[in-house]
């Protein structure tokens, strides 16, 4: 069973926004750089942005760049992904992971994987 937890999914219409939620209560987050990746149908996972334990260091994929805001509570055991100005490209399936290290986009560094959760962008 994933010890990562998404949430706050649903159906957004373009130009909409929404937050994600990502919990890591059986983790001593202090510890693991938080990312976010997504996956479209018929396309590769992609990095859309990390976040380091002491948040000194915030990576954001290409396309979200100023749309798409990261954050963490390590007391909480949380990460948030607040998303705004949706737009139809944003769909799919978006999983928060941790990272052993740097912050990072590469979808071959994380350790730990939540389910994920879908987000649709349709008017």
């Known amino acids: 069973q994933s010890q990562l937890v998404e949430s706050g999914g649903g159906v957004v219409q373009p130009g909409g926004s929404l937050t994600l939620s990502c919990s890591a209560s059986a983790f001593t987050v202090d510890y693991w750089s938080v990312s976010w990746f997504r996956q479209a149908p018929g396309k590769e996972r992609e990095g859309v942005a990390c976040?380091?334990?002491?948040?000194?260091?915030?990576k954001y994929g290409g396309t979200v760049q100023g749309r798409f805001t990261v954050s963490r509570d390590n007391a909480k055991k949380t990460s948030l992904l607040h998303m705004s100005n949706l737009r139809s490209e944003d769909t799919g399936v978006y999983y928060c992971?941790?990272?052993?290290?740097?912050?990072?986009?590469?979808?071959?560094?994380?350790?730990?994987w939540g389910r994920g959760t879908q987000v649709t962008i349709s008017a």
């Open positions: 992971a941790l990272v052993d290290g740097l912050c990072s986009l590469d979808r071959h560094e994380p350790i730990h």
């Open positions: 976040i380091s334990p002491g948040m000194k260091t915030i």
